[in-house]
Nanobody, 124 residues
Framework: QVQLVESGGGLVQAGGSLRLSCAAS????????MGWFRQAPGKEREFVGT????????YYADSVKGRFTISRDNAKNTVYLQMNSLKPEDTAVYYC?????????????????WGQGTQVTVSS
């Protein structure tokens, strides 16, 4: 079992920044990929970005590339999503997820555990 708890969401003006955190407990954090997804009202959950077990490889959705950065601290069992230059269209509930078996990093169904989500609202 893996438990994931997100934090750091909130209300921010367009152009601002937020850093989300996802604390993991349970199975060995440093052995699995972590991903961030988001879901806006009335829309499907979408891939935001992912980081491999070491933190050395990241991939991002085109919509956030150059503005968002994912990192992880395996000593703290935590993964981060630094969000800069936020836009109103970034408004969504953001979820972190753990992939224990190495599936398709962009595909939400290939992730095994999910956090409860944290709301990010960007005002114009």
């Amino acid at each position: 079992q893996v438990q994931l708890v997100e934090s750091g969401g909130g209300l921010v003006q367009a152009g601002g920044s937020l850093r989300l955190s996802c604390a993991a407990s349970g199975r060995t954090f440093s052995r699995y990929r972590m991903g961030w997804f988001r879901q806006a009202p009335g829309k499907e959950r979408e891939f935001v970005g992912t980081v491999d077990w070491s933190g050395g490889t990241t991939y991002y959705a085109d919509s956030v590339k150059g503005r968002f950065t994912i990192s992880r601290d395996n000593a703290k069992n935590t993964v981060y999503l630094q969000m800069n230059s936020l836009k109103p269209e970034d408004t969504a509930v953001y979820y972190c997820a753990a992939d224990l078996v190495g599936g398709r990093y962009w595909y939400s169904s290939d992730y095994d555990y999910w956090g409860q989500g944290t709301q990010v609202t960007v005002s114009s």
